[in-house]
Antibody, heavy 120, light 108 residues
Framework: EVQLVESGGGLVQPGGSLRLSCTAF????????MNWVRQAPGKGLEWVSY????????YYADSVKGRFTISRDNAKNSLYLQVNSLRAEDTAVYYC?????????????WGQGTLVTVSS | SYVLTQPPSVSVAPGKTARITCGGN??????VHWSQQKPGQAPVLVIY???DRPSGIPERFSGSNSGNTATLTISRVEAGDEADYYC???????????FGTGTKVTVL
């Protein structure tokens, strides 16, 4: 069974940092591109970042560029998001999301998410 | 940046048809995907590449895409279809995913 399990969320003060993790189960993680997507409370989905299979290609949303860093460790079946200089508007559930192997950009599976709350 | 616009809400009686639109500039030239999100749950893909259904998604879900509008159609709506629905595209001009604003489907 395909699973994506996120961890690392929590309460952090403005300006603080966290490292979010996502561990993959039930599929060959090293064969899939991956993303982070977030959802503020009561709001819609917002794409955050993309990473290619090898990690050589990375994209960020303008709202997080320069503050967030995506990475992966294929040997550990894990995806990461280092989030720095956090702001109140970064408060959201952060989802790890897998891209389909069909060849075009398509998110076909999501984890259950980890909540990041930025507040003093 | 590329923008996708959806109606905030759609209401439909059980057994009827719900149509959810996703508007974007020349969206017909892009591949559109749709996800369903029930309260407290992660999104689930229900339509990809405009009109294909993942395994396990009922045939009641269908999609189309032309011109400036993509449409998700849910036929013979059931109470279990009540959820938020999001359209999604990849904008190759910016190398960004773009999500629609989301539509809440209420079954009357």
């Amino acid at each position: 069974e395909v699973q994506l399990v996120e961890s690392g969320g929590g309460l952090v003060q403005p300006g603080g940092s966290l490292r979010l993790s996502c561990t993959a189960f039930g599929f060959t993680f090293s064969s899939y591109e991956m993303n982070w997507v977030r959802q503020a409370p009561g709001k819609g989905l917002e794409w955050v970042s993309y990473i290619s299979i090898s990690g050589s290609t990375i994209y960020y949303a303008d709202s997080v560029k320069g503050r967030f860093t995506i990475s992966r460790d294929n040997a550990k079946n894990s995806l990461y998001l280092q989030v720095n200089s956090l702001r109140a508007e970064d408060t959201a559930v952060y989802y790890c999301a897998r891209e389909s192997s069909l060849g075009e950009h398509l998110i076909d599976f999501w984890g259950q998410g980890t909540l990041v709350t930025v507040s003093s | 940046s590329y923008v996708l616009t959806q109606p905030p809400s759609v209401s439909v009686a059980p057994g009827k048809t719900a149509r959810i639109t996703c508007g974007g500039n020349n969206i017909g030239s892009k591949s559109v995907h749709w996800s369903q999100q029930k309260p407290g749950q992660a999104p689930v893909l229900v339509i990809y590449y405009d009109s294909d259904r993942p395994s396990g998604i009922p045939e009641r879900f269908s999609g189309s895409n032309s011109g400036n509008t993509a449409t998700l159609t849910i036929s013979r709506v059931e109470a279990g279809d009540e959820a938020d629905y999001y359209c999604q595209v990849w904008d190759s001009n910016s190398d960004h995913y773009v999500f629609g604003t989301g539509t809440k489907v209420t079954v009357l």
